[in-house]
Nanobody, 122 residues
């Protein structure tokens, strides 16, 4: 059995920071590419960024470059999304997904999490 669990969301004021976690069970995240996607209220899902097995990072939303950073912790089998200078437009449910190919973008996720809600107040 394998699964992903997102955590770290919450309520933060504009300009604040949050660190989201994506933890895996049943497989090793370091062997996969990992994508973060989000779904804002009233909108569809959109890609945020993706880190390949090679650790190359691709930003799906260019305006997030410099504010959002992804990192890996192999010992914890976890990837982190550090989000700085948050704005109300960042309010969304954030999901992570893992791809066996190790490449970005993710086309066939091996596992999905249930998401974690980020709410940014103005």
């Amino acid at each position: 059995q394998w699964h992903l669990v997102e955590s770290g969301g919450g309520l933060v004021q504009e300009g604040g920071s949050l660190r989201l976690s994506c933890s895996a069970s049943g497989f090793t995240l370091d062997d996969y590419s990992i994508a973060w996607i989000r779904q804002a209220p009233g909108k569809g899902r959109e890609g945020v960024l993706c880190v390949a097995k090679s650790d190359k990072v691709t930003y799906s939303i260019e305006s997030l470059k410099g504010r959002f950073t992804i990192s890996r912790d192999a010992a914890a089998n976890t990837v982190y999304l550090q989000m700085n200078n948050l704005t109300p437009e960042d309010t969304a449910v954030y999901f992570c997904q893992a791809e066996k190919s190790g490449l970005c973008p993710v086309h066939s996720p091996h596992a999905w999490g249930q998401g974690t809600l980020v709410t940014v107040s103005s």
